[in-house]
């Protein structure tokens, strides 16, 4: 089968080398020239494990290519894929689909034969809808039907989500639009991956349904852990207590910082405002967005606690800005908001990351980048881990306090009381116990 996927941002390309790795031919479009010119050379702009093997395997195998020219992608293909961007629109929270129609239009005048126009973007319900008519509108000749498709990637684990998905979500309204996305699909049809086939709407607010409440589970354990901290209770036995019950299940749970990146953010916002739109709003959400700034707030405060009230002149190490690990994504990382406030307390702060340096090198304006984590915490006060990279798992704690720190702030749960007493730390502190 021939595919278009249009955007190559993270979820187009890794969509558009998975399906190529299916075996179908695939075209990965973008309008950006640097970025085609880049990806036809070999390489992958983001960092994701496994991709640019993939990617090479695939080109070599002559079934995925990138090119600039959307009309010619389009001409060829039996299904075409919007994945482009649907950031935050500045000022009201609601999803910005200028992209989203940009592409629809431009699909629309290079259709030719019959073509499934598949949204993966995610985008507010009744997009779908909306992109259908503007096709229609625009080429009332042509022969297309649209589709839902969501995506459920995992940053870090993306290659791993799309091939071994809990379930693929598709919103169709013809039987034919169906076949077709059950072709697409149809690796993990024989392996047995359930395929969720609703209509449009669902398919949409399953997505957003789905993250918002993922968020929500995470904000709830946040919130717990806080009233842990004041009670005396240790938040990783209570998740541990209430994930072992199936009904509740035991991942993401984890108490931490609070939730970034570039989907639980933006789709909660973006849920909110579909529910005051439709005149019914999603207060649950709407308290988690607010929560979990309060959370990202809390951790600056439970930092200068920790250095007996005060940043200033302090100088302190920072593990990890990136907003999870395996990841370069710095999009509404934790450390965002909790770094700066370090800086503007006074602190001299070092920053180490594998790999957030080339994006937070200009988003963290005021620090210094190290090497490595024992580069960060020579000579500081403090040390604090700001994301679960596995090299932060293992350090060598005693080489760190002998460098100097005294105070260990791990805000991922990785360490805890009792190992940092014994490898020389003064102070400890975690999210939650
Ligand atoms: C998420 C969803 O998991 C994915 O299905 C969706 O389509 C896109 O958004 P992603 O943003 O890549 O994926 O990361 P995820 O691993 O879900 O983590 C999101 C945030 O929650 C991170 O900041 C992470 O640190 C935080 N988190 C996650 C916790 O604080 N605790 C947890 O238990 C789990």
Same mark, same amino acid.
């Given at each position: 089968?021939?595919?278009?996927?249009?955007?190559?941002?993270?979820?187009?390309?890794?969509?558009?080398?998975?399906?190529?790795?299916?075996?179908?031919?695939?075209?990965?479009?973008?309008?950006?020239?640097? +970025?085609?010119?880049?990806?036809?050379?070999?390489?992958?702009?983001?960092?994701?494990?496994?991709? =640019?093997?993939?990617?090479?395997?695939?080109?070599?195998?002559?079934?995925?290519?990138?090119?600039?020219?959307? /009309?010619?992608?389009?001409?060829?293909?039996?299904?075409?894929?919007?994945?482009?961007?649907?950031?935050?629109?500045?000022?009201?929270?609601?999803?910005?689909?200028?992209?989203?129609?940009?592409?629809?239009?431009?699909?629309?005048?290079?259709?030719?034969?019959?073509?499934?126009?598949?949204?993966?973007?995610?985008?507010?319900?009744?997009?779908?809808?909306?992109? /259908?008519?503007?096709?229609?509108?625009? !080429?009332?000749?042509?022969?297309?039907?649209?589709?839902?498709?969501?995506?459920?990637?995992?940053?870090?684990?993306?290659?791993?989500?799309?091939?071994?998905?809990?379930?693929?979500?598709?919103?169709?309204?013809?039987?034919?639009?169906?076949?077709?996305?059950?072709?697409?699909?149809?690796?993990?049809?024989?392996?047995?991956? &359930?395929?969720?086939?609703?209509?449009?709407?669902?398919?949409?607010?399953?997505?957003?349904?789905?993250?918002?409440?993922?968020?929500? +589970?995470?904000?709830?354990?946040?919130?717990?852990?806080?009233?842990?901290?004041?009670?005396?209770?240790?938040?990783?036995?209570?998740?541990?207590?209430?994930?072992?019950?199936?009904?509740?299940?035991?991942?993401?749970?984890?108490?931490?910082?609070?939730?970034?990146?570039?989907?639980?953010? +933006?789709?909660?916002?973006?849920?909110?405002?579909?529910?005051?739109?439709?005149?019914?709003?999603?207060?649950?959400?709407?308290?988690?967005?607010?929560?979990?700034?309060?959370?990202?707030? !809390?951790?600056?405060?439970?930092?200068?606690?920790?250095?007996?009230?005060?940043?200033?002149? !302090?100088?302190?190490?920072?593990?990890?800005?990136?907003?999870?690990?395996?990841?370069?994504?710095?999009?509404?990382?934790?450390?965002?908001?909790?770094?700066?406030?370090?800086?503007?307390?006074?602190?001299?702060?070092?920053?180490?990351? &594998?790999?957030?340096?080339?994006?937070?090198?200009?988003?963290?304006?005021?620090?210094?980048?190290? =090497?490595?984590?024992?580069?960060?915490?020579?000579?500081?006060?403090?040390?604090?881990?700001?994301?679960?990279?596995?090299?932060?798992?293992?350090?060598?704690? +005693?080489?760190?306090? !002998?460098?100097?720190?005294?105070?260990?702030?791990?805000?991922?749960?990785?360490?805890?009381?009792?190992?940092?007493?014994?490898?020389?730390?003064?102070?400890?502190?975690?999210?939650?116990?």
């Amino acid at each position: 089968m021939r595919i278009a996927m249009i955007g190559t941002g993270y979820v187009g390309l890794v969509s558009g080398v998975c399906f190529s790795d299916f075996g179908h031919e695939v075209v990965c479009v973008d309008r950006d020239p640097s +970025k085609i010119d880049a990806l036809t050379a070999g390489r992958v702009p983001i960092f994701e494990p496994g991709l =640019e093997d993939l990617m090479r395997r695939n080109v070599e195998a002559g079934r995925l290519s990138f090119s600039g020219d959307l /009309a010619a992608a389009v001409a060829g293909a039996e299904a075409v894929f919007i994945a482009v961007g649907t950031p935050t629109r500045r000022g009201d929270g609601h999803a910005d689909l200028t992209y989203v129609m940009g592409a629809a239009a431009e699909i629309a005048a290079a259709l030719t034969g019959h073509t499934v126009v598949v949204v993966k973007s995610t985008v507010p319900v009744g997009t779908n809808r909306q992109v /259908a008519e503007a096709i229609r509108t625009a !080429r009332p000749d042509a022969d297309f039907d649209i589709a839902s498709n969501p995506e459920f990637l995992r940053e870090g684990a993306a290659i791993d989500d799309f091939m071994r998905p809990d379930r693929v979500v598709v919103g169709v309204e013809s039987d034919r639009a169906a076949e077709v996305m059950a072709e697409v699909y149809r690796p993990l049809f024989l392996r047995e991956f &359930p395929i969720v086939t609703t209509s449009l709407e669902s398919a949409e607010m399953i997505k957003y349904a789905a993250n918002a409440f993922l968020a929500t +589970k995470i904000t709830f354990i946040n919130e717990i852990a806080a009233l842990c901290e004041a009670t005396g209770a240790d938040v990783k036995s209570v998740a541990k207590g209430m994930g072992l019950d199936n009904r509740i299940g035991r991942t993401f749970l984890h108490a931490g910082p609070g939730f970034g990146g570039s989907c639980f953010p +933006k789709d909660t916002r973006a849920l909110a405002r579909i529910g005051q739109e439709h005149g019914t709003p999603m207060r649950i959400t709407e308290t988690v967005i607010e929560v979990n700034e309060a959370m990202k707030r !809390r951790m600056i405060e439970k930092l200068r606690e920790l250095l007996d009230g005060s940043f200033n002149g !302090r100088t302190i190490a920072v593990l990890g800005v990136t907003f999870k690990p395996n990841t370069d994504d710095m999009r509404e990382a934790p450390s965002l908001t909790i770094v700066p406030a370090l800086v503007g307390g006074g602190a001299r702060v070092r920053v180490t990351d &594998p790999q957030g340096r080339r994006e937070g090198e200009a988003l963290l304006p005021g620090v210094t980048w190290a =090497e490595d984590a024992y580069a960060a915490a020579d000579g500081a006060d403090a040390v604090v881990i700001l994301t679960e990279w596995n090299e932060f798992r293992a350090l060598d704690l +005693k080489r760190i306090t !002998r460098s100097g720190p005294r105070v260990l702030a791990d805000l991922r749960n990785i360490y805890d009381a009792e190992t940092a007493a014994e490898a020389g730390f003064a102070a400890y502190a975690g999210v939650g116990r």
